[in-house]
């Protein structure tokens, strides 16, 4: 870590444990018993309070060289890190630019998007916390690591909205190897496939993930990807279908020329093919896109009514 510009070496395996604990909840007061299990996990010596404080006072040293301007404060049985400084924590930097990332994607303005959730993804360096071997550390780093992969695909969806398919598939295929069972990362990289003219890997790829989902799971992988794997064995999907979850909010009932029916919902049930050989998994598909069907009318229903009691109301106006 570096303290005005000058780099500084935290040595010693319980210096570097407390100072996680720390800065992974920056601001806060930290108890020490939290701390204590930081760094001794469920077996801490008779002695672990005071060791605690002199690693604390070592810390101190070694931040601000002195007492009266560190940036770890003494309360009542805790310590508490203050990190003020938006550039201070890589975490902060990190936090900072998903907000403008996103707020780039809810914009439309997906370029610069794309550029600031990249920004963010390399920051990370590795896995939190990385050799050091703590359960307690861990269980503060789950949420983190959540926001990594949710982030990665959130890029991945940008890079895929304009059009970078090709660009993508190494990236996105190692992003799966590591994660088997993100369902959202899958499809992504069935869409991947299927638009850079590779259409049986994509088909390939549900395979694979189906067969790992019974395997290891001993379940089915989620109705929108059997539907986008429909789509795509038909040859019949919409460039613009980004995401299958995608598929099931109706436009306008009059579009594609099937009034009175979304096109997105025509669209697949032209995409689904007979399956020869299986009558179960016919029946399951058809009875998945029934349902689909269903909660489309749904909305239109709900759509027709909204309409109408605002007509009403006007007419009493």
């Excluded at 360096?125 to 071997?133: F, I």
């Excluded at 850079?196 to 390939?204: I, K, P, V």
């Amino acid at each position: 870590m570096t303290n005005g510009g000058e780099q500084i070496e935290i040595s010693g395996i319980r210096r570097q444990k407390l100072l996680a604990a720390l800065l992974l909840q920056p601001n806060q007061t930290v108890s020490l018993d939290r701390l204590v299990d930081a760094m001794w996990d469920d077996k801490p010596p008779a002695s672990a309070h005071g060791q605690i404080r002199i690693c604390v006072s070592g810390l101190r040293r070694l931040l601000r060289g002195g007492e009266r301007d560190s940036v770890i404060e003494t309360h009542p049985s805790c310590y508490r890190i203050n990190v003020h400084d938006e550039d201070a924590l890589d975490l902060f930097t990190f936090e900072r630019l998903v907000s403008q990332g996103r707020a780039m994607v809810r914009d439309n303005q997906l370029e610069r998007a794309e550029r600031l959730l990249k920004s963010a993804l390399a920051l990370w360096r590795g896995p939190v916390v990385a050799g050091l071997d703590s359960p307690a550390l861990a269980s503060l780093v789950v949420k983190l690591h959540e926001d990594r992969l949710t982030l990665q695909e959130e890029y991945f969806d940008v890079a895929l909205k304009l059009g970078r398919h090709q660009q993508i598939i190494g990236d996105l295929s190692g992003f799966v190897t590591e994660n088997p069972f993100r369902e959202r990362a899958c499809a992504q990289l069935m869409l991947a496939l299927y638009h850079s003219g590779r259409q049986a890997d994509a088909l390939e790829t549900f395979r694979t993930t189906r067969m790992r989902f019974s395997e290891d799971l001993g379940i089915e992988p989620t109705r929108d990807l059997h539907v986008l794997h429909q789509s795509i064995l038909a040859g019949q999907l919409s460039s613009t279908a980004a995401r299958p979850s995608a598929s099931v909010a109706p436009p306008s009932p009059h579009a594609n020329g099937h009034r009175g029916r979304p096109a997105c919902l025509s669209l697949l049930s032209q995409a689904s093919p007979d399956i020869t050989g299986d009558p179960m998994e016919q029946l399951r598909l058809e009875n998945d896109l029934l349902r689909m069907e269903r909660d489309g009318l749904r909305g239109i229903l709900s759509l027709w009514l909204d309409l109408n009691d605002g007509d009403a109301g006007a007419a009493a106006s």
